[in-house]
């Protein structure tokens, strides 16, 4: 029998009861999960309502839809014309066995069947069947993953590059300002660069950490931590950036509140929720409040903005590293990757927790955190 974790479904199909049994028989003693149909129309009926079987034994001589009818319309059906069917026949000619692969069969048993035969048939189709399955898995991984690979060399290759851009452009205008001793441009000129190496920095320990969570290599290290310390690390962090819009913070996280958490992983969830929050909120009328709520055993963290919200078509695509995400431009054309959520979701998913979006256009985002509470919580 083909190596499969569970055992395979075939489905017997024959007007003959005498035939229907001697089969059930000889493939349940091998391990195989059965079901019957008596004619045609009652395989069509059974196998569009529930095409999860692995292969069809389909007798040729039947009343209202025979075999060959039958098997051709299994070929029109999407979900059922991946199932191999071996076609049952009493007429050892070549004419039916040609017209049974022209209609997709693939392969055929003379009746009456010795048991060894059938038992080698099926074995031989089933294999090629999970093989093939396997492969199909395969294909939709390495789908994925070259879309991930692609995403990645797009953002080193577009976003990285405009920051690095910007420096030779600044360290230019700088020069020409150190020569005029023109003392208001260059310190105008440096605010700006310590922004772009800002910018930089957070983009490339984005990218350093979202490589180490795709190769393995990014350690978990779960702890209890006290919540509403560790949101005022976080709040330090970027009191620049929102200085720079002047947007106002409110950190309503209990002091007694722990989550078990990784605190980097955690560190950089929330730098990455705040920093989205600053760059969609209107300048001098942003407020960005972190709260806290209990769900059963879990701890649900909330960053809350009154800024420009989104559609429900962004927020579907949010976390999508497949879906090509071209971030918003902020209210002050902020430029971004989209790359600092999907990292949210995979940090928070190695924490043994979720993150998910609210949202509506002109009304503001909260974006939720749930983590475990406790080490027992999170088993």
Not at 13 to 28: A, E, F, H, W
Not at 175 to 203: C, F, H, P, W, Y
Request: charged share 25%; hydrophobic share 40%; glycine share 6%.
């Amino acid at each position: 029998m083909p190596d499969k974790t569970e055992p395979f479904k075939i489905l017997a199909v024959d007007d003959n009861p005498t035939n229907i049994k001697v089969i059930g028989s000889i493939l349940r003693d091998a391990g195989y999960r059965i079901g019957f149909a008596m004619n045609g129309r009652e395989a069509l009926e059974i196998l569009m309502e529930n095409a999860d079987y692995d292969l069809v034994l389909m007798d040729i001589n039947m009343p209202e839809i025979d075999g060959f009818e039958a098997l051709e319309l299994l070929q029109q059906c999407d979900e059922c014309r991946l199932i191999p069917v071996i076609m049952l026949t009493a007429f050892n000619n070549v004419e039916n066995i040609v017209r049974c692969f022209d209609l997709g069969a693939v392969d055929y048993i003379t009746k009456p069947f010795h048991s060894k035969e059938l038992l080698s048939r099926v074995n031989t189709q089933l294999q090629l069947k999970h093989k093939t399955d396997q492969l199909q898995q395969y294909a939709r991984e390495l789908e994925a993953t070259n879309a991930t690979k692609d995403k990645f060399f797009s953002i080193i290759s577009h976003d990285l590059r405009n920051p690095i851009g910007s420096l030779q452009i600044i360290s230019k205008m700088l020069r020409a300002s150190i020569e005029k001793d023109d003392k208001t441009q260059i310190n105008e000129l440096l605010e700006v660069l310590e922004t772009t190496i800002g910018m930089g920095s957070k983009l490339l320990e984005n990218l350093l950490q979202w490589a180490r969570s795709q190769t393995g290599r990014l350690n978990v290290r779960l702890m209890e931590l006290q919540l509403a310390a560790l949101a005022e690390e976080v709040l330090e962090l970027i009191e620049a950036q929102a200085m720079g819009k002047n947007i106002s913070f409110s950190n309503l996280v209990p002091e007694e509140q722990v989550v078990y958490a990784d605190r980097d992983l955690l560190k950089t969830i929330l730098r990455n929720l705040l920093s989205n929050a600053v760059k969609y909120c209107n300048p001098n009328e942003g407020k960005i409040i972190i709260t806290t709520e209990k769900d059963q055993e879990n701890v649900r963290i909330n960053v809350s903005d009154n800024g420009i919200g989104m559609d429900l078509p962004t927020q579907s695509k949010l976390f999508q590293i497949e879906g090509n995400i071209t971030s918003m431009p902020g209210t002050q054309g902020e430029e971004g990757t989209g790359l600092g959520l999907i990292l949210c979701k995979e940090f928070a998913e190695k924490m043994g927790g979720t993150v998910s979006v609210l949202s509506k256009p002109g009304k503001g985002s909260t974006f939720t955190l749930s983590l475990p509470e406790t080490d027992e919580a999170s088993r």
